[in-house]
């Protein structure tokens, strides 16, 4: 079983950039996809991100293609999302996410077995 623990949220201006750090507690990411999702108050959960930890295409929503992006610390066991060009959309809280999903559920909720406490992110002037 592998725990994410999310960090790195926060009040940040529109325009400005934010980095969100996942950490695997309890075991590695290895063999595993890590996502990224946020639910904003009012709002179903939305896919934000997601990459295999092996390797391989990342994959974005929609909304967030150009802006926000991926990185890894094997190391550390850590995915990092950066995210840039923020606006008050982006404006939620943000869950990192874990599990075996099929590439054709990769955006899905409920591929993820393990999630995280979440992480509130707040874009505003």
């Known amino acids: 079983q592998v725990q994410p623990v999310e960090s790195g949220g926060g009040l940040v201006q529109p325009g400005r950039s934010l980095r969100l750090s996942c950490a695997a507690s309890?075991?590695?990411?290895?063999?595993?996809?890590v996502a990224w999702f946020r639910q904003a108050p009012g709002k179903e959960r939305e896919f934000v991100a997601a990459?295999?930890?092996?390797?391989?295409?990342?994959y974005y929503g929609d909304s967030v293609k150009g802006r926000f992006s991926l990185s890894k610390d094997a190391t550390s066991n850590t995915l990092f999302l950066q995210m840039n060009s923020l606006g008050p959309e982006d404006t939620g809280v943000y869950y990192c996410?874990?599990?075996?999903?099929?590439?054709?559920?990769?955006?899905?909720?409920?591929?993820?077995?393990?999630w995280g406490q979440g992480t509130q992110v707040t874009v505003s002037s």
């Open positions: 996410a874990v599990g075996r999903p099929i590439t054709s559920t990769i955006a899905t909720v409920g591929a993820y077995y393990y």
């Open positions: 309890g075991n590695s990411f290895g063999g595993y996809a």
């Open positions: 990459r295999r930890w092996s390797g391989g295409t990342p």
